[in-house]
């Protein structure tokens, strides 16, 4: 999303904020999308790291480890280019703290036998709050509308193709 232009920038963020408007989600979940899309593509308020919050920076950290972890990467090689680029980005993002810890967390051996082993994931869903709600018929309808507003938005060829179905 890095190389949208200021046009296409605009358009893409209205339509998040159409779709969040959409969704039956809580205004703190909706203002952490927001801020997320915007520390990704350089503007509004979030452009640096360290003005997101805690909990949307560990989103953000979380979500660049499973791109890169899931590439199949050796653990030596990814650990290399984490502890570098990651290093240096973070610090750089006036947040040396986190970068500190991530490096130490990195350097554990255990650290990477827990993600081999799923332990990890297993721990963080047996703590994970329930945040399934029951949704009425016009909640659903509203999620719907969203997914077909983004099928309908996304290229030319998927255009008005929910209104057809």
């Known amino acids: 999303m890095h190389d949208l232009i200021p046009a296409q920038s605009y358009f893409v963020q209205s339509l998040i904020f159409e779709i969040l408007g959409n969704l039956p989600l809580s205004s703190q979940v909706a203002k952490q999308v927001v801020a997320l899309w915007q520390y990704k593509q350089g503007n509004g308020i979030a452009s640096r790291l360290g003005h997101l919050s805690l909990s949307e920076r560990i989103i953000y950290l979380a979500e660049c480890f499973e791109n890169q972890y899931c590439n199949g ?93």
């Not at 036998?113 to 047996?126: G, I, M, P, T, Y």
Request: aromatic share 8%; charged share 30%.
């Open 73 to 165: 990467e050796s653990e030596e090689y990814l650990l290399r280019r984490i502890l570098s680029n990651w290093s240096n980005r973070i610090a750089a993002a006036a947040d040396k703290k986190i970068a500190a810890a991530l490096a130490d967390c990195l350097r554990e051996e255990a650290f990477w036998q827990d993600l081999k082993e799923n332990r990890v994931q297993r721990a963080l869903e047996q703590m994970a709050p329930d945040w399934r709600q029951q949704l009425n018929i016009d909640d659903l309808e509203k999620v719907s509308r969203s997914f077909s507003l983004l099928i309908d938005r996304k290229n030319p060829y998927t255009g008005q193709h929910s209104q057809r179905v």
